[in-house]
């Protein structure tokens, strides 16, 4: 499974991005629970939401809940993170990954395949 994460960039405090995960080959994303996660300098990745296979469900770090969305078009192959709202503190880089199992897990462990990172900086 290959992701790629793609859309992050420089923004001000307030703004809003959209990130894109997209899977390269063969790789079928609804057959994946998908997570966002990120990782600020100094921190450890932690977890931003995920969302189910059907992306009926969605689940959120408190630290976003209400600023981030995460939606998921498995006809095109493609998960998003909306994220509008943004606050200086959400500058990281920020991974999407997968693991197929059930669960909307939060814990990094949780997930097999991740993509590579995509820079977001949040000027304040």
């Known amino acids: 499974v290959q992701l790629q994460a793609s859309g992050g960039g420089l923004v001000q405090t307030g703004g809003s991005l959209r990130l894109s995960c997209f899977a390269s080959?063969?790789?079928?994303?609804?057959?994946?629970?998908m997570g966002w996660f990120r990782q600020a300098p100094g921190k450890e990745r932690e977890f931003v939401g995920a969302?189910?296979?059907?992306?009926?469900?969605?689940r959120y770090a408190d630290s976003v809940k209400g600023r981030f969305t995460i939606s998921r078009d498995n006809a095109k192959n493609t998960v998003s993170l909306q994220m509008n709202s943004l606050k200086h503190e959400d500058t990281a880089v920020y991974y999407c990954?997968?693991?197929?199992?059930?669960?909307?897990?939060?814990?990094?462990?949780?997930?097999?395949?991740w993509g590579q990172g995509t820079q977001v900086t949040v000027s304040s």
């Open positions: 990954a997968a693991h197929s199992g059930s669960a909307l897990g939060n814990d990094r462990l949780q997930y097999d395949y």
């Open positions: 080959g063969r790789t079928l994303l609804r057959r994946y629970v």
């Open positions: 969302t189910s296979r059907s992306g009926v469900t969605t």
